[in-house]
């Protein structure tokens, strides 16, 4: 079984870059496979905004973009905005048949 | 457009059954594998389960294992979730998804609908 692991909370100013981590604690041989991110505004369904570790949906703004290096998969949000504050939760899908979400990390932009 | 729409949710009392269902349109209900995905109060997002888009493959979180049952009808294009035996601890907010990718038995959820509250209390 997989576990992903995020900070509670990042923070930044307008107009700065953030970067949120997710890290993979895992024995599951499968790996680290498929990485998504999702953004939450409070009371609303959560939003795709990666999927594959770097791929973005139509519609995201290039703001956003993921990476990953080892087991730790990175969201980055450049020039931040007001609107970008939000919950944001990655998630994993394995080979071996493993979905798991990391326990969400609170932006707030200062 | 893809729409969701969860239908089912309510109070129940512990040890009670529930049956949610999510209404789907704006895409090929019949090539996807769908989710569900659960939200307790102020808490995160948690995992539920999967089925293919052919209904051929389930999988479950080890917590809901036994207890819920996910099933699909292509034919109304409706995804459905039966909630067994049901404790304080399943009260959350229930969404259903659409998964990223055509066909398959699921990846990431990539559509969500608007979610349905569920609370287990006596």
């Known amino acids: 079984q997989s576990a992903l692991t995020q900070p509670a909370s990042v923070s930044g100013s307008p107009g700065q870059s953030i970067t949120i981590s997710c890290t993979e604690t895992?024995?599951?041989?499968?790996?680290?496979?498929?990485v998504s991110w999702y953004q939450q505004h409070p009371g609303k369904a959560p939003k795709l905004m990666i999927y594959?570790?770097?791929n973005r949906p139509s519609g995201v703004s290039n703001r956003f973009s993921g990476s990953k290096s080892g087991d730790t998969a990175s969201l980055i949000i450049s020039g931040l905005q007001a609107e970008d504050e939000a919950d944001y939760y990655c998630?994993?899908?394995?080979?071996?048949?493993?979905?798991?979400f990391g326990g969400g990390t609170k932006l707030t932009v200062l | 457009q893809v729409q969701l729409v969860e239908s089912g949710g309510g109070v129940v009392q512990p040890g009670r059954s529930l049956r949610l269902s999510c209404a789907a349109s704006?895409?090929?209900?019949?090539?996807?594998?769908m989710h569900w995905v659960r939200q307790a109060p102020g808490k995160g997002l948690e995992w539920v389960a999967v089925?293919?888009?052919?209904?051929?493959?389930?999988?479950?979180a080890d917590s809901v294992k036994g207890q819920f049952t996910i099933s699909r009808d292509n034919s109304k294009n409706t995804l459905y979730l039966l909630m067994s035996s049901l404790r304080p601890e399943d009260t959350a907010v229930y969404y259903c998804?659409?998964?990223?990718?055509?066909f398959g038995s699921g990846s990431f959820p990539d559509y969500w609908g608007q979610g349905t509250l569920v609370t287990v209390s006596s």
């Open positions: 998804a659409k998964d990223g990718n055509y």
């Open positions: 704006g895409f090929i209900f019949r090539s996807y594998a």
């Open positions: 998630h994993s899908y394995t080979s071996s048949r493993n979905w798991v």
């Open positions: 895992s024995s599951d041989v499968g790996g680290y496979n498929y």
């Open positions: 089925i293919s888009y052919d209904a051929s493959n389930k999988y479950y």
């Open positions: 594959e570790v770097s």
